[in-house]
């Protein structure tokens, strides 16, 4: 058995030297991986990148805030990662009068780092692989059963790795679509601070207009520190905390790049499914996207109509309007390029390569069969999925009134002085403290008269919630006007208990059941939700079941057809390394884009008074007097902003040191290009980029224009 897990292992990271595609694991870089490595520019050993027992690259590299990645760049725990990392943290430190979102903030001492409550930083103390552990006790079982035994191995496996008093938690990762399990310990530390920030006219300069565009030059980064208790362990805030003693960080390069130079970046891709099926594809071209992309497009209209109109709005709705149209632009982006590249017709033909290999072997012959039936069961509800995750939830005040339903379930059950009502009423008194911190009405209640208009009209009669919009025609009008939803909606935002304090306290102190059914907010969400339980969800969780098996017979089957082929998995959330070169490329006929962008290039796009392309006056002054001290790149006798390479990355490398062959850091992945928005399926050799922040550029912010010296004396610069 151990040879076969060898075997396997190595079938999975032969490398053949094509592209600079792959996102590898750090501790299975095989010898013909690190190689090619070398051969490209690194200079580095393998021990030197990945050691569980010594100082090593992998040791600076954190997982920020659940979703993003940082790094250690000093040895008292400094952090750099993107700014729209930061983001949420940044807004929840502002106000009006102290508003850092806008001006930006840097810390003169370790006094006046400002505590981010909530924010938590994970370090990898280790990988294990636990395949065949797992796979002994699965044996030969498939479906629901292989399902509920590998959740319960992995649960057993993460409890035994665990060590909750030193703050070390493990968790089982299934990779190559369920054919290899890897666990993942890591220490986590909640004492993080912020330490700076450039103001979001630099942060974010282009805004939306720029996301996911390359030319760039946007100064995506964020600074915070993270402490440790006077022990030496992780520990809650406290102002008696000290700096954590890192075990590794980072050194900083203001050598700048140069063409063709080498570049490797390490951190946490979210997901990606290189391996999906042709079926996958039509249904993400046809419905998914499409649909999403509508909703959110919606959203976002209503939300930036109201943040136009005063900084305190601009500040409440800041953090969920910048993730809401990060993606927003993402899969539109997504859908064009899958189709521009056919890559439907491309993964349809490898798929017949396949059929013909698997006929007359029976554990492969019939997955497409199988697979088939499955998508086309599924694919009538494909689009209800989606308007209830991106429309009806995406209203706060419907989504926060669906997280009710259990609370009427256990009044319905229970009665009103149940412990377990009591326990739910309580967390959800704290929930709507937050919620209406948040909850901006004027934006709200036109999302909610939209989308259940959308619904009516997008989403098969069929499927809809029974006698809700027949309910409508007497007290508000006909379904099929606008107006209707207008009154409705401005009905439940006016006379739901959710937003009247009065009322929700007379309801917490005498809750019933038959209160709460018959408010409009929750009577509303509920009548989705309850449809989408019964009429949906089933028939999903089939299909999901029937997917992931039969993706994973399908890799299977693909490994042995071809077990020299170049393989990595995809995308879990989990530590990768990715290498390419700083590049420039040609994204249309006659069409060169530099590898490079520059302070000339702001001035270039700069907008008085523009919401995206703005700028503070220190800014304009010291870019026209070239006022860039020792982070002036010679060759270009000007400051570069951004620069791109051909690295391999997802959403969740956002923050990701990019590093060049000494290992020393040259900047921060934020971003791809749009060319390659297909990335997460296909890979693009010749036009995908990763788009970095120049770490020169963000050192000649915090200290040209921040004043932030002291951030830059802690760093070990190599000129």
Same mark, same amino acid.
């Given at each position: 058995?151990?040879?076969?897990?060898?075997?396997?292992?190595?079938?999975?990271?032969?490398?053949?030297?094509?592209?600079?595609?792959?996102?590898?694991?750090?501790?299975?870089?095989?010898?013909?991986?690190?190689?090619?490595?070398?051969?490209?520019?690194?200079?580095?050993?393998?021990?030197?990148?990945?050691?569980?027992?010594?100082?090593?690259?992998?040791?600076?590299?954190?997982?920020?805030?659940?979703?993003?990645?940082?790094?250690?760049?000093?040895?008292?725990?400094?952090?750099?990662?993107?700014?729209?990392?930061?983001?949420?943290?940044?807004?929840?430190?502002?106000?009006?009068?102290?508003?850092?979102?806008?001006?930006?903030?840097?810390?003169?001492?370790?006094?006046?780092?400002?505590?981010?409550?909530?924010?938590?930083?994970?370090?990898?103390?280790?990988?294990?692989?636990?395949?065949?552990?797992?796979?002994?006790?699965?044996?030969?079982?498939?479906?629901?059963?292989?399902?509920?035994?590998?959740?319960?191995?992995?649960?057993?496996?993460?409890?035994?790795?665990?060590?909750?008093?030193?703050?070390?938690?493990?968790?089982?990762?299934?990779?190559?679509?369920?054919?290899?399990?890897?666990?993942?310990?890591?220490?986590?530390?909640?004492?993080?601070?912020?330490?700076?920030?450039?103001?979001?006219?630099?942060?974010?300069?282009?805004?939306?207009?720029?996301?996911?565009?390359?030319?760039?030059?946007?100064?995506?980064?964020?600074?915070?520190?993270?402490?440790?208790?006077?022990?030496?362990?992780?520990?809650?805030?406290?102002?008696?905390?000290?700096?954590?003693?890192?075990?590794?960080?980072?050194?900083?390069?203001?050598?700048?790049?140069?063409?063709?130079?080498?570049?490797?970046?390490?951190?946490?891709?979210?997901?990606?499914?290189?391996?999906?099926?042709?079926?996958?594809?039509?249904?993400?071209?046809?419905?998914?996207?499409?649909?999403?992309?509508?909703?959110?497009?919606?959203?976002?209209?209503?939300?930036?109509?109201?943040?136009?109109?005063?900084?305190?709005?601009?500040?409440?709705?800041?953090?969920?309007?910048?993730?809401?149209?990060?993606?927003?632009?993402?899969?539109?982006?997504?859908?064009?390029?899958?189709?521009?590249?056919?890559?439907?017709?491309?993964?349809?033909?490898?798929?017949?390569?396949?059929?013909?290999?698997?006929?007359?072997?029976?554990?492969?012959?019939?997955?497409?069969?199988?697979?088939?039936?499955?998508?086309?069961?599924?694919?009538?509800?494909?689009?209800?999925?989606?308007?209830?995750? +991106?429309?009806?939830?995406?209203? &706060?005040?419907?989504?926060? =009134?669906?997280? @009710?339903?259990?609370?009427? $379930?256990?009044? /319905?059950?229970?009665?009103?002085?149940?412990?377990?009502?009591?326990?739910?009423?309580?967390?959800?008194?704290?929930?709507?403290?937050?919620?209406?911190?948040?909850?901006?009405?004027?934006?709200?209640?036109?999302?909610?008269?939209?989308?259940?208009?959308?619904?009516?009209?997008?989403?098969?009669?069929?499927?809809?919630?029974?006698?809700?919009?027949?309910?409508?025609?007497?007290?508000?009008?006909?379904?099929?006007?606008?107006?209707?939803?207008?009154?409705?909606?401005?009905?439940?935002?006016?006379?739901?208990?959710?937003?009247?304090? +009065?009322?929700?306290?007379?309801? &917490?102190?005498?809750?019933? =059941?038959?209160? @709460?059914?018959?408010?409009? $907010?929750?009577? /509303?969400?509920?009548?989705?939700?309850?449809?989408?339980?019964?009429?949906?969800?089933?028939?999903?969780?089939?299909?999901?079941?029937?997917?992931?098996?039969?993706?994973?017979?399908?890799?299977?089957?693909?490994?042995?057809?071809?077990?020299?082929?170049?393989?990595?998995?995809?995308?879990?959330?989990?530590?990768?390394?990715?290498?390419?070169?700083?590049?420039?490329?040609?994204?249309?006929?006659?069409?060169?884009?530099?590898?490079?962008?520059?302070?000339?290039?702001?001035?270039?796009?700069?907008?008085?008074?523009?919401?995206?392309?703005?700028?503070?006056?220190?800014?304009?002054?010291?870019?026209?007097?070239?006022?860039?001290?020792?982070?002036?790149?010679?060759?270009?006798?000007?400051?570069?902003?951004?620069?791109?390479?051909?690295?391999?990355?997802?959403?969740?490398?956002?923050?990701?040191?990019?590093?060049?062959?000494?290992?020393?850091?040259?900047?921060?992945?934020?971003?791809?290009?749009?060319?390659?928005?297909?990335?997460?399926?296909?890979?693009?050799?010749?036009?995908?980029?990763?788009?970095?922040?120049?770490?020169?550029?963000?050192?000649?912010?915090?200290?040209?224009?921040?004043?932030?010296?002291?951030?830059?004396?802690?760093?070990?610069?190599?000129?």
């Amino acid at each position: 058995m151990k040879k076969t897990i060898v075997a396997l292992i190595l079938t999975f990271q032969v490398i053949a030297a094509l592209a600079d595609e792959g996102m590898w694991l750090p501790h299975l870089l095989g010898q013909q991986v690190y190689s090619n490595m070398v051969s490209k520019g690194l200079r580095l050993t393998k021990e030197q990148l990945y050691h569980i027992n010594k100082p090593s690259v992998k040791d600076a590299i954190i997982i920020f805030g659940g979703g993003c990645t940082g790094e250690i760049v000093s040895a008292e725990g400094l952090i750099f990662t993107n700014h729209h990392c930061g983001y949420s943290a940044i807004a929840a430190a502002s106000s009006v009068e102290k508003n850092y979102l806008k001006n930006g903030f840097y810390a003169k001492t370790r006094q006046e780092e400002i505590p981010a409550p909530g924010l938590n930083v994970q370090f990898l103390v280790r990988i294990d692989d636990v395949t065949q552990e797992i796979d002994s006790a699965i044996g030969t079982l498939t479906g629901t059963e292989r399902n509920q035994k590998i959740q319960e191995l992995s649960a057993a496996i993460a409890q035994r790795l665990s060590k909750p008093e030193e703050s070390i938690s493990a968790s089982v990762i299934p990779h190559f679509k369920g054919n290899q399990f890897l666990a993942f310990i890591y220490q986590t530390y909640s004492d993080i601070r912020l330490v700076g920030t450039p103001p979001e006219s630099i942060g974010k300069y282009g805004g939306d207009t720029d996301n996911w565009e390359w030319p760039r030059h946007t100064g995506d980064f964020s600074v915070f520190r993270v402490y440790m208790g006077s022990s030496g362990k992780p520990a809650r805030y406290d102002a008696a905390n000290v700096a954590y003693k890192a075990k590794y960080f980072l050194p900083v390069s203001l050598k700048g790049v140069k063409n063709n130079d080498y570049a490797m970046t390490w951190g946490y891709p979210g997901s990606t499914n290189r391996y999906e099926s042709s079926l996958g594809v039509k249904l993400k071209t046809d419905i998914e996207n499409p649909s999403l992309v509508e909703l959110r497009d919606m959203r976002l209209k209503h939300m930036f109509n109201e943040m136009k109109k005063s900084e305190a709005t601009k500040l409440k709705l800041a953090s969920s309007y910048a993730s809401i149209a990060n993606y927003w632009k993402f899969f539109d982006g997504e859908s064009k390029q899958l189709l521009k590249y056919k890559v439907f017709e491309q993964k349809q033909a490898f798929e017949t390569q396949f059929q013909t290999w698997a006929n007359g072997k029976p554990e492969f012959q019939d997955v497409f069969a199988n697979w088939s039936t499955a998508y086309n069961k599924w694919r009538p509800y494909a689009k209800h999925r989606v308007y209830l995750r +991106e429309g009806i939830l995406g209203s &706060t005040l419907l989504s926060f =009134a669906a997280n @009710l339903t259990l609370l009427e $379930a256990e009044l /319905t059950k229970k009665g009103t002085d149940h412990p377990d009502v009591k326990r739910l009423l309580s967390n959800l008194d704290r929930s709507r403290k937050s919620f209406l911190a948040e909850y901006e009405a004027p934006a709200d209640v036109n999302i909610i008269r939209d989308v259940l208009h959308m619904f009516y009209l997008n989403i098969d009669k069929n499927q809809h919630p029974i006698g809700f919009y027949e309910g409508l025609r007497q007290p508000y009008g006909d379904p099929k006007e606008n107006a209707t939803f207008d009154k409705l909606a401005r009905f439940i935002q006016y006379n739901t208990l959710l937003l009247n304090d +009065e009322k929700w306290k007379a309801f &917490t102190q005498k809750p019933d =059941a038959s209160v @709460l059914q018959n408010d409009p $907010a929750f009577s /509303t969400a509920s009548a989705f939700y309850r449809n989408y339980e019964s009429k949906i969800l089933p028939a999903f969780n089939q299909f999901n079941q029937a997917n992931a098996e039969a993706g994973r017979v399908y890799l299977k089957g693909v490994m042995q057809m071809d077990p020299k082929k170049t393989r990595y998995p995809d995308a879990t959330f989990t530590m990768r390394v990715s290498y390419g070169q700083v590049k420039n490329y040609k994204p249309k006929d006659a069409v060169t884009y530099d590898f490079v962008t520059t302070a000339s290039g702001i001035m270039e796009k700069y907008k008085p008074g523009d919401y995206e392309f703005d700028l503070p006056q220190d800014v304009r002054e010291k870019i026209a007097k070239k006022d860039f001290g020792i982070y002036k790149d010679p060759v270009r006798n000007d400051l570069v902003v951004g620069f791109i390479t051909s690295n391999d990355i997802t959403g969740g490398n956002s923050g990701s040191p990019v590093l060049n062959g000494n290992g020393e850091l040259i900047g921060l992945a934020f971003d791809g290009n749009y060319e390659a928005l297909s990335h997460k399926i296909a890979f693009d050799k010749d036009l995908n980029r990763t788009i970095c922040v120049d770490i020169r550029f963000v050192l000649w912010c915090i200290d040209k224009l921040g004043g932030g010296q002291n951030i830059i004396k802690e760093l070990k610069l190599v000129r």
